[in-house]
């Protein structure tokens, strides 16, 4: 029943994760295919801003939080947290616009503050939805998680976006339709967590408890600087596209990201779950039961995305003409490359979120700082010499350098890695039908659909002749049964 209900759980994040992160995706295709390359460079310029801004401003408190519920600590002071978190942020965005003439000076074709001030705005909205997520995570909410981030903001964000293409509304006001959805996602976030007696209500007294705040900084600082360094890890490429090149070329290579991003959904659904089970683990002592989370989590990952990169690799060209139209078509090789790099990070499994559970957020901190460092002299080595290609070599390698790192302390100190057999059968198999194909693609005696259709067959007969143990075969054939026994009812 345990197992049973922790994939149930699985199933609603990531159908949720899913819903959300193809909302994303849409409103993304519907922005590029409404403006033009150039217009929607600068939106995606806007919603790094948003992004990176939350970050900074959360000081990684919304995580601190989520292990600090779960474990059940006494004294969870969400509210002082998030009143700490509401303050932090509104400075932030008053300190972003103010100073945003000196910060334009830098780019090589001027940007309005008028087009991005929704976005600098909506950060201590966004903060706070992080904040109404950490809470649920901790309390092992999924449907309010889902309900809050992926279906109010994300799928609100569709339809506004959706609607202002349809209606035809001015360009200039698209910035402010992006940003619209955080309204609702917090009003309705903030109706259901006041639900739990943990949680409570605010009170005028929290913001007086704001200093007593700073304990929980010890855990969740470390955090901080490594999650400001990831997002840093897939936005700075932004940055120095629109410093070294023009929003055009931003508008491009962000078409490319937005497809290769997809590969982080699998391991976003996958990590929501797997901290709490990997940290009460750690907190008996079980190493054994640790292993089991990795390897069962790392397994489903590899053998999930590796059809998804393939058909992307061999097609890369053709699918971001079919998404985003004919015009950005050019970022096809780079879109490769990012796909290369994305599907090598799904392989090397949740080793930053067992890291958490450990409670050593401070390689996450160190991993993360070298692969930004290393992010940084790639783009400005790259960029002015190859343009968009050489933002995605800069991404690739300073992630499968992260990955690296992170995998290695989790093996060399801590023992865990991926070591199940039906795994490295799996792999084995699946890498030599993918060169195989590869191979017969490459000498054109099939075509890119063929040779995906090819060895999607022979990946999944793979995974049910090797992939599988026999526990699993017996959970999916009786998952199977009791779906068609609903089915028939």
């Known amino acids: 029943m345990k197992n049973r209900s922790l994939v149930s759980k699985t199933l609603l994040i990531f159908a949720g994760m899913a819903l959300g992160n193809a909302s994303i995706f849409i409103t993304n295709v519907a922005t590029a295919r409404y403006l033009s390359p150039a217009g929607y460079g600068v939106i995606s310029l806007g919603f790094t801003i948003l992004t990176m801004g939350a970050m900074l401003s959360e000081l990684g408190l919304p995580t601190g939080l989520t292990r600090q519920i779960s474990a059940q600590e ?15 942020s509104i400075s932030l965005s008053v300190v972003i616009a103010l100073g945003w003439p000196l910060v334009d000076t830098v780019f090589s ?80 976030g903030y109706s259901m967590i006041t639900r739990y007696e943990i949680i409570g209500t605010p ?19 470390p955090m901080m600087v490594s999650m400001v360094l990831w997002m840093a ?37 996958a990590s929501y779950l797997y901290l709490p089970e990997f940290t009460s683990a750690h907190r008996k002592s079980n190493k054994k039961k640790k292993n089991q989370l990795y390897n069962k989590f790392t397994k489903w990952l590899i053998l999930s995305g590796a059809p998804v990169a393939f058909a992307i690799f061999f097609n890369s060209r053709r699918i971001i003409k079919i998404v985003f139209g004919a015009e950005y078509s050019v970022a096809g090789a780079v879109l490769s490359v990012l796909t290369a790099g994305f599907v090598i990070h799904l392989s090397l499994g949740l080793n930053d979120s067992s890291l958490v559970g450990i409670g050593r957020t401070k390689y996450l901190a160190y991993a993360n700082t070298g692969a930004v460092i290393t992010n940084i002299i790639l783009n400005s080595l790259l960029i002015p010499q190859i343009g968009i290609m050489g933002a995605g070599i800069a991404s690739v390698v300073s992630l499968i350098a992260m990955n ?3 995998s290695g302390i989790l093996y060399y100190r801590y023992g865990i890695y991926p070591k199940s ?10 890498l030599i039908v993918a060169l195989i194909v590869s191979l017969l693609h490459i000498y054109n005696i099939l075509g890119g659909f063929m040779a995906t259709t ?23 054939k009786q998952l199977v049964r009791d779906a068609y026994r609903r089915s028939s009812k």
């Open 109 to 188: 074709e001027s940007i309005s503050l008028s087009y991005l001030l929704p976005f600098v705005v909506s950060i201590p909205l966004l903060s706070f939805v992080h904040v109404i997520v950490g809470g649920f995570r901790g309390l092992s909410n999924s449907v309010g998680k889902v309900i809050t981030q992926n279906i109010t903001y994300n799928i609100g964000q569709l339809i506004l976006v959706s609607t202002g293409v349809i209606i035809g509304v001015n360009p200039n006001y698209f910035s402010a339709i992006w940003v619209l959805s955080l309204v609702p996602a917090v009003i309705i």
């Open 74 to 88: 006494e004294g969870v002071d969400f509210w002082p947290v998030a009143s700490f978190v509401i303050l932090s």
């Open 203 to 221: 009170h005028i007294k929290d913001i007086y408890s704001i200093p007593d705040v700073k304990w929980l900084l010890k855990f969740s600082l």
């Open 404 to 406: 690296a790192v992170l």
């Open 233 to 269: 890890l897939q936005h700075i490429d932004n940055i120095y596209i629109t410093v070294y090149l023009d929003a055009e070329d931003l508008g491009l290579y962000n078409s490319a990201y937005n497809i290769a991003r997809m590969f982080l959904l699998p391991i976003g659904a």
């Open 454 to 476: 090819l060895y999607a067959c022979l990946h999944i007969v793979i995974c049910i002749l090797v992939g599988l143990t026999n526990s699993e075969k017996s959970f999916i």
């Open 421 to 430: 057999r039906s795994l490295r059968h799996a792999v084995y198999c699946t």
